[in-house]
């Protein structure tokens, strides 16, 4: 059954290529300005009591929210769903990969999970991290962002796999959608916020949060249920359609 779900061979390369010297550095960039920006907002707390009053609510939720979920999970997404598949089927190699008598959706799921672990390793848990730099403690909002982090980790890096099976273009259709949809569209737009991972997400920490994300204003556009059966929803549908579509690539078309 393991095997049905996820192949080492194909895990292994996936993750070669996903953390290669490179692309490892990208990675590191933003969990990095991210962890710099919360202990320079500790510091600061430090030498300032209103600071340090604010940072034990909404100013750490801001910061994680703002920087965390409206910017850095989905670039992470977009480069560990793209690079996990995409490299391979612009350059074709991938030919030498589905000569094998692999199921097409053990390669996807494969990727996927590789995706998702580089996701939760790079902002998943730097997410908790700062919110410990932030509170100074692992409590609720610590965890609770972390938990929404991994959620949107998980429905990104499927939606961004998609992308790089269906088109050559998915890391400026991905950035498009990423900076625009996720991050001003999504976040602002009533109607539009509905459609949103980091809306959905959100759901999530608010859930987790409970009667506290009242006080640390963190509110979601849709409920929790609606927005985990969305998460959940979008992850398999596109890791479906990206499997069928693996069935049928085109390796050599131009267009």
Same mark, same amino acid.
Request: glycine letters at 10%.
């Given at each position: 059954m393991t095997d049905l779900l996820m192949n080492p061979t194909v895990a292994?390369?996936?993750?070669r290529?996903?953390?290669g010297r490179k692309r490892t550095l990208l990675l590191s960039l933003l969990p990095?300005?991210?962890?710099?920006l919360c202990t320079l907002a500790r510091i600061l707390g430090s030498l300032d009591d209103d600071i340090a009053g604010q940072l034990q609510g909404s100013l750490s939720a801001d910061l994680l929210s703002t920087f965390g979920f409206a910017i850095m999970m989905p670039l992470l997404g977009l480069i560990a769903g793209t690079g996990s598949i995409g490299p391979e089927i612009d350059e074709g190699s991938i030919v030498y990969l589905l000569a094998k008598p692999l199921n097409r959706y053990t390669i996807v799921v494969t990727k996927l999970l590789v995706a998702i672990g580089v996701v939760t390793a790079f902002g998943a848990l730097p997410v908790l991290a700062a919110g410990v730099i932030l509170t100074g403690e692992l409590g609720e909002i610590a965890v609770a962002f972390a938990i929404g982090a991994f959620a949107a980790g998980v429905g *990104? #890096?499927?939606?961004f796999l998609l992308l790089?099976?269906?088109?050559?273009?998915?890391?400026?259709?991905g950035l498009i959608y990423a900076l625009i949809w996720e991050s001003l569209v999504g976040g602002l737009v009533p109607g539009a916020q509905t459609l949103s991972i980091q809306q959905?997400?959100?759901?999530?920490?608010?859930?987790?949060?409970?009667?506290e994300a009242q006080l640390l204003f963190v509110e979601s556009a849709v409920d929790f249920s609606t927005g985990l059966l969305a998460l959940v929803g979008v992850t398999l549908v596109?890791?479906? *359609? #990206?499997?069928?579509?693996?069935?049928?690539?085109?390796?050599h078309d131009e267009s």
């Amino acid at each position: 059954m393991t095997d049905l779900l996820m192949n080492p061979t194909v895990a292994r390369l996936t993750s070669r290529s996903l953390l290669g010297r490179k692309r490892t550095l990208l990675l590191s960039l933003l969990p990095l300005a991210l962890l710099s920006l919360c202990t320079l907002a500790r510091i600061l707390g430090s030498l300032d009591d209103d600071i340090a009053g604010q940072l034990q609510g909404s100013l750490s939720a801001d910061l994680l929210s703002t920087f965390g979920f409206a910017i850095m999970m989905p670039l992470l997404g977009l480069i560990a769903g793209t690079g996990s598949i995409g490299p391979e089927i612009d350059e074709g190699s991938i030919v030498y990969l589905l000569a094998k008598p692999l199921n097409r959706y053990t390669i996807v799921v494969t990727k996927l999970l590789v995706a998702i672990g580089v996701v939760t390793a790079f902002g998943a848990l730097p997410v908790l991290a700062a919110g410990v730099i932030l509170t100074g403690e692992l409590g609720e909002i610590a965890v609770a962002f972390a938990i929404g982090a991994f959620a949107a980790g998980v429905g *990104y #890096a499927a939606v961004f796999l998609l992308l790089a099976v269906i088109t050559r273009n998915a890391v400026v259709v991905g950035l498009i959608y990423a900076l625009i949809w996720e991050s001003l569209v999504g976040g602002l737009v009533p109607g539009a916020q509905t459609l949103s991972i980091q809306q959905w997400a959100t759901a999530i920490i608010e859930k987790t949060l409970g009667y506290e994300a009242q006080l640390l204003f963190v509110e979601s556009a849709v409920d929790f249920s609606t927005g985990l059966l969305a998460l959940v929803g979008v992850t398999l549908v596109a890791t479906a *359609y #990206a499997g069928r579509r693996l069935q049928t690539i085109r390796l050599h078309d131009e267009s």
